[in-house]
């Protein structure tokens, strides 16, 4: 019975008339002695006399919901004659335009879900951070041309602290304080100093990934990546890894998927190669291990990093970076149906 109630709540909410008539009809298909609200009346002697209390309540607001909404729009009709010509003051303000999930959001959530499957669990760590996290912790050389100022928000006062340029930090947040094995995904916000255009923007996210335990190996995180690949961009999808460098990962890569648009035939997205870059990995580095308290002669790891947006054009061919924060509605619409 509160199932019908409720939906006849939904139905009155929307309810709407444009002429006398027509609300006349409402007000017998309702409140008539054969309206719907007697029929419940009714019914409501058969209600068990524990629920009573609930569905009684429930009637009640169905019934002075009902005679508002019809006494509203009887008021509408009276008052009709105001000069407002070509509006519509029958229109219910009713159905409220729900919002849509973010297309980032989105992609994020997918991304965890594949990891979550695996074993791994979220952990976050601060997005104003010190050097020793995002930078020293990592194996940057205290030369290295990343904390280069034109990549790094610092803060002025503390040339110490700054904006983080990656969630590899969360890493070293999380090796410092616990023991392996340790498997955890690290999705967000990351900044770096870059003139804003279609393909750059000083922050976007990212969602990095760490496995360290006893024995693993390179072979381990292959079998992530082409799992990872498969589940994210169909069965079909090819992956190759090219060697990269990255301070905290030895020996490092970077990970090119069978193009999803050409499905890797050669297109002007992919440039004719077949081939796009989603993400960059490898080993961590020893030196990683033990400046965060991990013993690099018993433990082994690999670590993986990749950028929403870049998933997020790939899966949905965003043109310009720009729209993912503008909140332009007419563009986030357009996800409405993507989860
Ligand atoms: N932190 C790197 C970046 O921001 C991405 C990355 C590369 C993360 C390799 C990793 C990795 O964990 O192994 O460009």
């Known amino acids: 019975m509160i199932a019908k109630i409720e939906q006849l709540l939904k139905e009155v909410e929307t309810m709407h008339a444009s002429n006398a008539e027509e609300l006349e009809a409402l007000r017998i298909k309702y409140l008539s002695k054969k309206g719907a609200i007697n029929d419940l009346m009714a019914d409501f002697r058969n209600v068990a006399s524990d629920q009573k209390k609930v569905v009684g ?6 019934k002075t919901l009902v005679q508002d909404k019809i006494n509203a729009l009887k008021e509408q009709f009276e008052s009709q004659d105001n000069g407002c010509d070509g509006v519509d003051l029958t229109r219910s303000a009713y159905p409220v335009e729900l919002g849509t999930r973010h297309p980032l959001s989105i992609v994020r959530n997918e991304i965890i879900d594949i990891f979550a499957r695996l074993g791994f669990s979220i952990a976050e760590g601060p997005e104003i951070e010190d ?18 100022m034109q990549d790094t928000f610092f803060i002025e006062s ?16 999380v ?22 255009s279609y393909r750059a923007h000083c922050f976007f996210h990212q969602v990095e990934a760490l496995y360290v335990d006893k024995e693993v190996s390179f072979t381990d995180l292959k079998q992530v990546l082409l799992l990872f690949a498969k589940e994210m961009f169909g069965a079909d999808t090819k992956i190759r890894l090219r060697p990269s460098y990255f301070p905290f990962t030895e020996p490092s890569a970077e990970m090119d998927i069978s193009c999803n648009i050409c499905g890797g035939k050669g297109c002007p997205f992919c440039k004719h190669t077949g081939w796009v870059e989603i993400l960059g990995c490898g080993m ?51 996800f409405e149906a993507a989860y």
């Open 57 to 62: 309540m429930k009637l009640n607001e169905l």
């Open 284 to 334: 961590v580095d020893p030196n990683v291990l033990d400046a965060n308290g991990i013993d690099s002669k018993i433990y082994s790891g690999y670590a993986l990093g990749m950028g929403i947006e870049r998933i997020t054009n790939l899966k949905y061919q965003v043109k310009d970076l720009r729209m993912f924060s503008e909140n332009d509605t007419r563009f986030l619409k357009e």
């Open 131 to 148: 050097d020793w996290h995002v930078f020293s912790a990592l194996n940057f050389a205290e030369d290295h041309p990343a904390r280069d």
């Open 158 to 173: 503390h040339p110490d602290i700054l904006l983080r340029t990656h969630t590899s930090s969360v890493q070293s947040r």
């Open 175 to 196: 090796m410092e304080v616990s023991q392996p094995p340790i498997r955890i995904i690290c999705p967000g916000r990351v900044y770096r100093n870059e003139a804003i």
